[in-house]
């Protein structure tokens, strides 16, 4: 019996057709037919059939893809709007509740004005080139490009255009960065000196710390003192600033201020007089103010309620703690590289265990009962809202117990989540690259010191301070150092005036105000921890505002697990913009005038001002860890980098400042 070969079928070449959302073959001999394929919308599947012509081949493609035909003409064209909210839908699975929100928040501001009521099929050229975007970066432009090429591909069967076309109509202006990630330019992050000038500068203001104790001069007969009825900050110290109208740093024309200069210890000016009084006996080149006055978070007391000096020495003492709190939010910033939407949800479980709380405030009697209260401008307040100065008094007569559980403590941040701005409302979710993995970052007791970088000194900060204060010195075995995190009150006076300021010092500080919060006070000891633990370190002023839905404007995302709950007796979450905006940026701002140090690049369009951002104390967060000689992939873990590459191309370029001026040695 004889073989007989069967010809070999050769695989026919697809013709793509409908802007390639399907694809069909020509007729061979061996298959007379015209062979469209599409995937069916509804099951995902792939279709195909037979047709004797190609035109009816395109034909039952737009009939299977759910295309508009002319023999459907009488059907009304959906409106643009209609159309993206029908591709925000099918996005669903690869948006976040955030990235929706924001883009539609994108849409209603820039795109509905113009497109939003406009049928799919008559929107043209003119149309999309009329939409302008000239207060928005390149980066936010380019994602409203994306949202008309995707809001016109879900509109293909109806227009028979490929989406590629409207999206190439719409100007696009700015310079984007192509290629690897662009390092951040060493002008583009703030100096030690800045850094701390602006941390001393906020949480001195309206509050006495131990830098003011501890400052060449003081008389014990006349402390440094605060007026109940003004905020109005005095010292008697000695002054010990040094100007130059030059300096070595890399910052042209920059005047040597510190934080030993009053215009920074005694922090913000209340009022225009205030500040002219400062500036009286200094050269008119080093006299430059803008008008930014502690008073203006002040709130104001009408005139009809009684007791008017009470309230306003009420009110002096709630301003305090909020510049405390300015303070404390840049020092996380600069020693711990949080953002700001990860810094304004944290709360005290974020930092200290269960176990952790009761030996600090229970089992080592750190604070007093809360019933202590002082007596300020006439009127009696809970003793937690001048911690420190009364502890100051205590220490004088010798009343104030002392604190070892200290040391128990080491730093640790736990960064859970973070609040993101969604159109209208704020959202409660996992941290930028936290999600599905934890993320703890380590907060240094102090900063580097201030002097040490503008010389660009490299020396070990256990060492240097272990010559000023001796129980710090280095041991022969590291784990037998004393911890930082054991400082008294005098001691990070002392090493403040030395150059290091001491963030740990703050957040405990911190840790002891919330715990004699009045909202706490008539909580037995063991639920009291728990409700503690839940306590905000940022809270708001006034409880949260509702939106139209009826809910609060910040909110968890769906199916957020972790405690959300306000403590009863406080208020809740601040908003990222209103504490940027009114709180952070005019001590930038303040600091800045002051000291002649402005970033090279930052400059911000739509509020005409060029200064330092929040994001830029995370720069200086992670250069100074690499100077430090942290490895590169523990800085990128800390600071929520998604890889240590990322860090790498961001701050390469630091590495180099780590080698001393003698050479590389091991």
């Keep these: 019996m004889t073989n007989v070969k069967k010809p070999v079928r050769k695989n026919r070449k697809a013709i793509p057709i409908l802007n390639g959302r399907a694809s069909m073959t020509a007729p061979t001999a061996a298959s007379p037919y015209w062979r469209p394929r599409w995937r069916d919308p509804k099951t995902g599947k792939m279709r195909t059939t037979n047709c004797a012509t190609q035109d009816a081949a395109i034909e039952a493609a737009r009939k299977g893809l759910g295309d508009v035909t002319q023999t459907r003409a009488n059907i009304q064209p959906p409106t643009f709007e209609e159309m993206f909210y029908e591709m925000s839908a099918v996005k669903g699975s690869d948006w976040s509740d ?55 591909a879900q509109a293909e069967r109806w227009t028979g255009n490929d989406a590629t076309f409207y999206a190439s109509q719409l100007i696009v ?27 001393t500068a906020a949480y001195s203001t309206m509050s006495i710390t131990p830098l003011d104790d501890a ?23 000695r002054e010990v600033t040094r100007f130059f109208n030059q300096s070595p740093d890399a910052f042209d024309g920059i005047m040597d201020i510190t934080p030993l200069d009053a215009r920074i210890r005694l922090g913000l000016p209340i009022d225009e007089e205030d500040a002219q009084m400062r500036s009286a006996n200094m050269p008119k080149k080093q006299t430059k103010h803008i008008p930014v006055y502690a008073s203006d978070i002040r709130r104001s007391i009408p005139k009809h309620l009684h007791h008017q000096n009470e309230r306003k020495a009420a009110e002096i003492v709630a301003c ?23 810094m304004l949800p944290l709360r005290v479980r974020h930092f200290l265990t269960r176990e952790q709380a009761a030996r600090m405030f229970v089992s080592s009697l750190a604070i007093h009962n809360d019933t202590r209260t002082v ?13 420190y100065a009364i502890r100051r008094n205590q220490k004088r007569t010798g009343t104030f117990p002392v604190w070892d559980s200290r040391a128990d403590y080491n730093g640790r941040i736990s960064i859970e989540e973070q609040i993101t701005q969604a159109g209208t409302k704020y959202l409660i979710q996992p941290p930028k690259m936290g999600i599905g993995r934890e993320r703890v970052a380590h907060l240094p007791y102090f900063l580097p010191n201030w002097e040490y970088i503008a010389n660009r000194t490299h020396v070990s900060q256990r060492e240097a301070i272990g010559n000023i204060v001796t129980r710090f010195k280095q041991q022969p075995e590291s784990q037998n150092n004393v911890s930082f995190w054991t400082c008294t009150d005098e001691e990070a006076g002392l090493l403040w005036t030395k150059g290091y300021v001491p963030i740990g010092w703050m957040l405990l500080e911190r840790f002891r105000e919330l715990w004699n ?11 009291r921890i728990d409700e503690f ?15 139209k839905d009826g809910l609060p404007a910040i909110r968890p995302i769906p199916g957020w697990t972790n405690n959300t709950a306000i403590v009863p007796g406080t208020c809740g979450y601040m908003t990222e913009a209103n504490f940027v905006e009114r709180s952070l940026n005019p001590i930038f701002d303040y600091v800045s005038a002051n000291t002649g140090e402005y970033p090279l690049h930052r400059k911000n369009s739509i509020h005409n001002r060029k200064g330092w951002t929040y994001h830029g104390l995370r720069h200086f967060a992670a250069s100074s860890r690499i100077q430090a000689g942290v490895p590169i992939p523990q800085v990128a873990a800390e600071l929520g980098h998604k890889n240590a590459s990322f860090t790498l191309d961001r701050y390469a370029h630091m590495v180099k400042e780590a080698i001393p001026p003698t050479g590389f040695e091991y």
């Design 98 to 152: 955030g990235t929706r929100a924001g883009m539609i928040s994108l849409y209603k501001k820039h795109l509905a004005p113009v497109l939003g009521n406009k049928p799919v099929t008559r929107i043209t050229q003119s149309d999309i080139r009329s939409i302008t975007l000239p207060t928005l970066n390149n980066e936010r432009q380019r994602k409203i490009k994306g949202l008309i090429k995707g809001t016109m």
């Design 215 to 237: 400052m060449p001069g003081q008389r014990d007969g006349k402390p440094t003192h605060i007026d109940p009825m003004t905020g109005k900050k005095t010292s008697s110290a």
């Design 533 to 547: 633990r839940e306590m905000l370190l940022f809270p708001a002023r006034s409880n949260p505002r509702m939106t």
């Design 375 to 387: 007596t300020i401008g006439g009127r009696t307040v809970p003793a937690s809202t001048e911690v």
């Design 320 to 342: 305090g703690e909020r510049f405390r709190l300015i303070g404390l939010a840049f020092a996380l910033s600069a020693a711990g590289g949080l953002r700001v939407g990860e």
């Design 517 to 527: 919060s009045p909202a706490l006070a008539d909580i037995p000891p063991n639920k």
């Design 173 to 199: 202006t700015g310079k984007a960065y192509k290629g690897r990630t662009k390092p951040v330019d060493e002008r583009d992050i703030p100096s030690g000196k800045y850094v701390a000038d602006i941390i």
